[in-house]
């Protein structure tokens, strides 16, 4: 591996730690932003919907961005809504404004968006390159700032220091590591990709879809980023409100999941390579759903709080290595990870934040079993991981 590509991974690794402590020290604070709007659980879902809508913008631009610009233009304009995000959440919680704490998730989803896509869609460039696997310790290294953003939300929760203050340091920092970061990507690696891989724009990207693979790998990444993205929403109220335990212990448990979400995926690239994409993720959803049934049918907070450790164990690698499945193909790689990381980061970060609108029927720990439901699904449909035939896919017949 020559300087540039040491430089471009570290640089990929780098802003997706500075990208995960973000949202983990969002996620760790819920609880504290909830009572501060002094609002439900089902108006918290709403406010968590600001995520949504930008996410849903962020990655629905993300593809055509990248396509005409680059994949470095899209992430640069990420990091910056990301950090702007950040700031309003920020200001929004000290001023007790739940539409301002919407507004900057909006913010912060859309730069979210925008930016994970594209380091996808380099990811699985820098794979092609050095012919190993790098998706897995990318997304690691998005889990091991979650850690750390879940330590720092623990710590400044039982020090009772305020949110905004804490979301304005965090953003920051974030801001520091982005611009570092961007310095050592290069110009044009998606639009590239894209420009000789067919039509462009919108009907490009919805090309890709004829293939019957493509479409079961992203109704498992579907499955499986639901099943992350579900514990970054609600696992720390989920354990406040399901098992009556403190703020700190809810943000303690959400860092048992975080921290076993970082060991899969750092110890993803040798089970891959020794025993392929399918038989990991069958065994990675089985695991998951494991933990997730005993979250929901546990009958003590202590129980609970180590089935977290399958819980994260298990969804560590189902989104990046479906992602790498998807850009495992003669030809449309960059469109097909593309599309693929777009599914994904749609039910990461749209999906879960629904679950609060049946949680106040029928309470956080039994609306979980829509996830375990996914989950089944995913480790049925694993087979479409393997690898993908030489020739040109075959579309979707009627």
């Not at 629905?60 to 233009?73: C, E, M």
């Not at 009907?203 to 099943?227: E, H, K, P, S, T």
Request: charged content about 10%; proline content about 5%.
């Amino acid at each position: 591996m020559d300087a540039a590509t040491r430089r471009r991974r570290a640089a990929l690794f780098l802003f997706m730690l500075a990208a995960g402590t973000g949202m983990a020290s969002w996620v760790a604070r819920t609880p504290a932003v909830r009572d501060g709007l002094d609002v439900s659980t089902g108006a918290m879902g709403l406010v968590l919907f600001g995520l949504s809508t930008g996410s849903m913008a962020g990655v629905t631009s993300s593809g055509p961005l990248v396509r005409r610009y680059g994949a470095r233009a899209a992430i640069t304009v990420g990091a910056a809504l990301i950090v702007a995000g950040l700031l309003v959440v920020a200001a929004g919680t000290g001023l007790a404004l739940a539409g301002g704490v919407f507004c900057g998730l909006a913010l912060f989803g859309g730069g979210m968006g925008l930016a994970e896509v594209a380091f996808n869609i380099e990811g699985a460039d820098v794979e092609r390159v050095i012919g190993r696997p790098v998706l897995p310790v990318l997304h690691g290294c998005f889990s091991l700032g979650t850690v750390i953003g879940a330590l720092l939300g623990m710590a400044l929760t039982a020090a009772a220091i305020p949110v905004g203050l804490h979301l304005t340091a965090v953003s920051l920092l974030v801001a520091a590591a982005a611009v570092r970061a961007v310095r050592a990507l290069p110009h044009g690696t998606g639009k590239e990709a894209a420009g000789i891989s067919g039509p462009g724009g919108w009907r490009g990207q919805l090309a890709v879809w004829r293939d019957r693979r493509l479409v079961l790998i992203g109704v498992i990444v579907l499955a499986m980023a639901f099943a992350e993205g579900a514990a970054n929403d609600w696992l720390p109220l989920l354990m406040v409100d399901g098992y009556e335990v403190s703020a700190t212990a809810g943000s303690l448990t959400f860092l048992v999941f975080a921290a076993s979400m970082t060991l899969g995926r750092f110890a993803g690239g040798p089970l891959l390579e020794r025993f392929g994409p399918v038989q990991v993720v069958r065994i990675s959803a089985v695991v998951a759903a494991l933990g997730l049934a005993v979250v929901i049918v546990s009958p003590s907070p202590a129980m609970a709080g180590a089935a977290t450790v399958l819980w994260g164990l298990g969804a560590s690698l189902g989104f990046p290595v479906t992602v790498s499945a998807a850009g495992d193909h003669p030809s449309d790689a960059a469109a097909r990870v593309g599309a693929v990381s777009t599914a994904g980061y749609l039910a990461f970060l749209v999906g879960p934040p629904a679950l609060g609108f049946l949680a106040d029927h029928v309470g956080l720990r039994l609306t979980m079993t829509v996830v375990l439901a996914l989950l089944i699904v995913a480790s049925t449909l694993a087979g479409a991981l393997g690898k993908a035939p030489r020739a040109e896919a075959k579309p979707v017949t009627a």
